[in-house]
Every structure is written in C-alpha cells, then in structure tokens.
C-alpha cells in the first residue's frame, strides 16, 4: 500500500527526511529539487510506514487507499516520475543539518519579511547555538502569503502555518509585527542594533500589460483580487463589480486557476473557508458564469503546474473546457497536454458555470468609456527559434468578448528596497548566494524572483543564512552598538498569538477555520488585548 504524494504539496522535503527508506524524490541536492511541480513516492520501494505523513506540514501524503476520487490520478503520476527518473542508485539518507561552529558571543540578526521566505530563513539561523533573530513585517499578521495568497478552498496547503508556529516558538526567536522598515525605522538603524540584515520582503506589486484601456475601472489586478478574497488589511475593503456575465483573466498560472475557482465556486462551499465575509458577500450575488482564461502560447507552454489542473479537471457543477489547440500538437506529448485534451473532450452540461482555458489569444486592448464593456483578443500562432525558444506571434486576426471585469495575472514583480541595488529587469536584488554585502542579506522572491513553491523557500533561505553565517565566521560583520529596542507600536509573538486566537474562536462559533480580521485597527486591538491581559 504506498503512500502518494497529492496536488497539496508544498515541497519543503520534510518527507524526504523522514522517510527511512529514501523513496521521495527529488530530494534536496538532486536535480530537479526545488524546480519540479511536487515531490513523488516510488511506490516500488515505499514500505508502508507512514513517516511521511507524520512529517509532512500540509497532509498531502495519503496511503493510496485513501485516495478520493480526484486524487486518483496522482498514484499513476507518482509512479510515472520514477519511469523516466528511476534513481536506482539510493541508499537511505539521514540527513542531520550541519550546526555551525561560531565565534564566541551571540550573533543578532534582523529579518524583514514575516512569510515563508523570512520563517524559513530565522528556522535555520536559529539551528545554531547563541544566534538571536528578530523578524520584522509591515502588517500585524505574519505568514505573507501562506495566509493572504493561499486559496481559500485551499485550507491543506495553509496548514503550512503550524510549521512556522514551531519555528517562531523557538528561544531566541522575537517579533516586531506592524513595523514597516523605511517608515518606522531606517536600514542604518537595523544595521545599528544587528549584526546583519536578511530583507525577505517578496514580490508586493504586479505585472503591467502595458495595453490601451487597462486604467478602465474593472481592470484589476490579481493579485489584488487575491488579496481582496483573502481579507488581507490593503485590500479586503475594496469593491470589485460582479455583475457581468464573463470574466476574463490574462494569465493561465496558479493564481489564474485559483481566481478561476473562486469566481465560479458555490458560496456555500466558500462559506465554510476563511474567505472574507466582505468577499463571500459579493460572491454570493454575483452574475459571473463564466471565466475565460487567455494564453498567449500554446497548451504545452502553459504556467499551471499538472497538480492544480488535476484539481481543476476535478470540480464538480463546473464544466472546464478548452479552446485555440494547435494543429500540430500531439496530445500524447506530456501528461499535462494529455489532460488538456481530456478536458477539450468533453461535452458541456447546460447550466454549469463555466471555465475556459483559452490558448493562443493575447489582449490587445479593453473598450469602455469608464468601466471595462469588452477585450479585443489577438489571435496568435507559435515559432520556434533556432535556440529552442517558443515565441507566440501576432496572426492579425482580432475577436471581442464582452466583459465587465477583466484580471491581470502575468507574474509578480518586486518594489526596490530602499539602501540596496536593485535590478529593474528582473526585478531583484543582486547578489551571491544572498550576500548582497557582508551584513546585507536577501532570501525569497526579492531574491530570485517570483519562482518556485512554499518549500522552495527552504532551501533558498539555506543558501543565504550560509553566506552570512561565512561571514560572521570570518569577522567581516560589524558589531552592534546598541541592543534591539522595541520600535513604539510593535506587536510580537504574545499579541500575534491573541490574535490568532480571536480569529479562531470567531470561525469556531460559524463551522470555519477562522474569520479574520481585515483591517489594521481590530488586528492592532486585538494583539494588544493580550499586553493588557499580562499587564
């Protein structure tokens, strides 16, 4: 009976650790890692002991028994990897991480940033002995994405955040929540009270289409969109109009799907999430029936990883069809173009709503004189380079759909960081290994950009909190020259703790894992509902 590894993964390799017989690939230091969509069992050497599953933060791993019906294709998936990967060659792996031996007296380090790259980051500084970490973060709340980018139908993956509980309850480990860097406190006053400064401040901002009509009010932003549905405090009081038929969302990434889902998902369904009550409100009268997602390329081209079109291929009272194949594609040439042609296969119920997985099409331009009433779509054709590049070339013809809401999801990008260089073509700090200089450090998406999963993290923030602790090793930190003053206004673990506690109780009383909080205010009081309980 093996155990199979589900689209809930988030890859951070905990499982490949605890496994005794080292049947989960790809495993840090192999290729692959930190790149492919998930990890995989090889059901030929699991041995049935469950390590796994005790390990993994987000229960993706399930005995094949398990398995629901939408989680059936997984075990033929996880079995596949290991036909063209086989790794004949393993031998069990214990794996214990190296602890460092440091100079004499304790090391402090600042770090900005309180989501998964900035968690995983003090997680591994505070492996060593007479290492102090303070992470700061703008907002009240820690966890960035984890807890504001997550879908909410997507609670397993979520559960990630009891992995960074155990990382922030360790000794040594403080919080300055709702301190924003640059405003509250400059770059030479962290450097002042540390010996170094990791910045993991992610990627906060969008990408632009740069086409005519995208100011059109109904042109949003995905990533405010996602920050809308998930209660995050700069975004949860906006008000998006649902009252159109179509939606149409430029991208056909993660975050595309995921807006796909929420836009068509039943209410009731989202009810027992922790979506936004102000979100939940405007779903439930909402018109959209179908959502129509544009790719430039083709289906073997497209950003959504097999997992989450697995999910998606699985929805029930929504058809997910598909549209713009081209002529030259075999459908047998990947599992997710294999899939892609499954669902182009199927026939429409009446009355479903609907997602489109458009491909092949690239907006021109959206119409209206204030509001969004139409895109016009450019067909598109591909070529293929002398170097392997696929490109998706204009064919000149041009079709309009009418829509009242029209999302951009075509990457995350970065804002410069005020005091470090910044590269405006990627979008990312420079640097080597995360040494931006000795004493300045990056880790997460400011580093390499808006790549990779939640465990990706892990072994990016490895990489850097090496660097630094070569530095410290070597003397090339300055010393502080004065101790971690608590900054006016900053809460920490206790008052995130209170927090949590509130939002908790409050989603106890209506069956859900919490209600939130949406604005800074209630998040602030009720943090500091737990000073006055100690005072």
């Known amino acids: ?5 589900t689209r809930s993964c988030c890859a951070d390799a905990s499982c490949v650790l605890a496994c005794p017989v080292n049947c989960i690939h790809p495993a840090p230091g192999e290729p692959g890692f930190g790149t492919t969509e998930m990890l995989y069992v090889d059901p030929r050497t699991c041995v049935d002991c469950g390590a796994c599953t005790t390990a993994c933060p987000v229960d993706a791993l399930k005995p094949h028994t398990a398995l629901g019906e939408g989680e059936l294709p997984f075990l033929e998936l996880n079995a596949a990897y290991y036909k063209q990967n086989p790794h004949d060659d393993r031998t069990p792996m214990y794996v214990v991480p190296r602890q460092r031996s440091l100079p004499a007296g304790e090391l402090s380090v600042a770090v900005i940033g309180a989501g998964p790259a900035g968690l995983f980051a003090a997680d591994e500084l505070l492996r060593h002995p007479g290492v102090r970490v303070t992470v700061y973060d703008r907002l009240p709340t820690p966890y960035g994405l984890a807890r504001a980018g997550v879908a909410p ?3 397993d993956t979520k559960q990630v955040t009891e992995l960074f509980r155990t990382i922030e309850s360790q000794p040594g480990f403080t919080y300055r929540l709702g301190v924003e860097v640059g405003t509250h406190l400059t770059h030479t006053d962290l450097l002042r009270e540390h010996h170094a400064v990791i910045y993991a401040v992610g990627a906060a901002t969008d990408k632009r289409l740069g086409i005519e009509g995208e100011e059109l009010r109904g042109s949003v932003s995905a990533t405010d969109f996602v920050g809308w549905y998930n209660g995050h405090p700069d975004r949860a009081h906006d008000d998006h109009t649902l009252d159109t038929e179509r939606a149409v969302v430029i991208g056909n990434g993660n975050v595309a799907l995921d807006v796909a889902r929420i836009l068509t998902a039943d209410p009731d369904v989202l009810a027992r999430t922790d ?7 405007a779903l439930r009268s909402s018109k959209i029936r179908e959502v129509v997602l544009l790719g430039r390329r083709g289906p073997a081209q497209a950003a959504f990883t097999l997992p989450e079109l697995l999910a998606l291929s699985t929805l029930k ?3 997910v069809s598909v549209e713009g194949w081209p002529e030259d594609l075999q459908p047998e040439a990947t599992d997710k173009t294999r899939l892609l042609a499954q669902l ?8 479903r709503r609907r997602i489109v997985l458009r491909f092949l099409a690239s907006p021109a331009r959206l119409t209206g004189e204030a509001s969004v009433r139409a ?5 598109t054709a591909l070529h293929t380079d002398e170097d392997g590049t696929v490109r998706a070339l204009p064919t000149g013809d041009t079709q309009t759909l009418e829509t009242g809401l029209v999302l951009r999801s075509v990457g995350y990008r970065a ?7 910044f590269d405006e073509d990627s979008a990312t700090v420079p640097h080597e290994g995360g040494r931006v200089e000795p004493g300045v450090y990056v880790a997460g998406w400011i580093k390499r950009g808006p790549t990779g999963f939640i465990g990706t993290n892990k072994t990016c923030a490895h990489e850097t909190v090496e660097s630094l602790l070569d530095d410290f090793a070597a003397g090339r930190l300055t010393q ?11 809460l920490g673990v206790d008052a995130w703790y209170a927090i949590d506690r509130a939002e908790r109780a409050a989603g106890e009383e209506q069956g859900r894992p919490r209600v939130k909080f949406t604005d800074t205010e209630s998040l602030r009081r009720a943090g500091q509902a737990a000073s006055a309980v100690r005072g």
């Open 153 to 155: 139908d997507h609670q």
């Open 375 to 379: 895109i016009e779509i450019t067909t």
């Open 317 to 319: 009272d929504v058809d």
């Open 275 to 281: 979506i936004s009550d102000r979100a939940l409100a």
């Open 480 to 490: 502080p020259v004065s101790g971690v003053g608590m900054t006016a206004g900053a």
């Open 344 to 351: 182009a296969a199927r026939s429409p119920v009446h009355g």
């Open 415 to 421: 804002r410069p960081v005020p005091g470090l260089p």
């Open 1 to 5: 009976m093996p155990y199979v590894v």
